[in-house]
């Protein structure tokens, strides 16, 4: 009996203690949760902005300087991505204009040049090849394909006609200020072409193609803040110039007297 007894007791002591053992892990996990959900409402409540400040970028730049220049080969040329495609590409540029700038050859003249040494090397090789028992040199047959042609003329056709758009939406007189930006570029340019002849300025435009754009893909953070400054001036100059000359010129009267 006192075995049966203290056997009970027992079981009675150890299902008080499971009981009080859940009722304490009930009681932690309840707080635990409401700990848990102050913290989540603390941090809904806090004021953090999702949206970051826009960082300055230079002519309003939303993409990355690969995307801007085309994404494609061109761009990996000019942002030297193939350092001896780049490479080839620039001292074979340079060759032409050496020749035709500093040893003053004429496009046909160089033309025909090229021809003759080319066909005289290709003539001389399939002739020396049977003389010494060898099967002439297969030439491969070199045709333009029909896209790249279609391609070039297409890409050609919707940059000329963006342009003239530009150009009719500057004409009609509705945005000032891209007007005078557009008379200025031309009058640098006409002083640039003034200076120097067509093949150099497109020479030198070229190597600034092969420079600015790597130069700029590299230190753009840099460049991004000296150009935000720069135009916070240029703003500033341009209110004041609106307000002394542009704000002093009868526009309306002009109107009027045209409609």
Excluded at 116 to 123: D, G, N, R, T, Y
Excluded at 146 to 174: C, F, H, P, W, Y
Excluded at 224 to 250: M, N, R
Aim: hydrophobic share 45%; with cysteine.
């Amino acid at each position: 009996m006192a075995d049966n007894a203290a056997g009970e007791h027992e079981k009675e002591s150890s299902f008080v203690e499971s009981v009080k053992e859940k009722i304490s892990e009930t009681f932690h996990s309840e707080g635990s949760s409401s700990s848990s959900d102050s913290d989540n409402e603390g941090k809904k409540s806090s004021p953090v902005s999702d949206v970051k400040d826009k960082v300055y970028r230079l002519f309003g730049r939303e993409k990355p300087v690969h995307k801007v220049l085309g994404g494609g080969k061109a761009a990996d040329i000019f942002l030297w991505k193939d350092k001896k495609l780049s490479a080839g590409v620039l001292g074979f540029v340079t060759l032409i204009w050496v020749l035709f700038e500093l040893a003053e050859y004429h496009l046909l003249t160089l033309v025909c040049h090229t021809l003759i040494f080319a066909l005289a090397i290709l003539f001389v090789w399939s002739n020396a090849a049977s003389f010494i028992n060898k099967s002439p040199p297969k030439f491969p047959e070199v045709a333009l394909p029909d896209d790249l042609v279609l391609g070039v003329a297409s890409a050609l056709r919707t940059e000329i006609n963006q342009a003239l758009v530009i150009l009719r939406n500057i004409a009609s007189g509705k945005d000032l200020k891209n007007f005078l930006a557009v008379i200025a570029g031309l009058w640098v340019l006409s002083i640039l072409g003034s200076c120097w002849n067509f093949l150099t300025l497109f020479y030198t435009s070229f190597v600034l193609l092969h420079t600015v754009p790597y130069l700029y893909d590299r230190y753009d953070d840099k460049v991004d803040a000296l150009a935000e400054k720069a135009e916070a001036e240029i703003k500033k100059q341009y209110a004041v110039f609106s307000v002394k000359v542009l704000s002093k010129i009868p526009v309306g009267s002009l109107k009027k007297k045209f409609a």
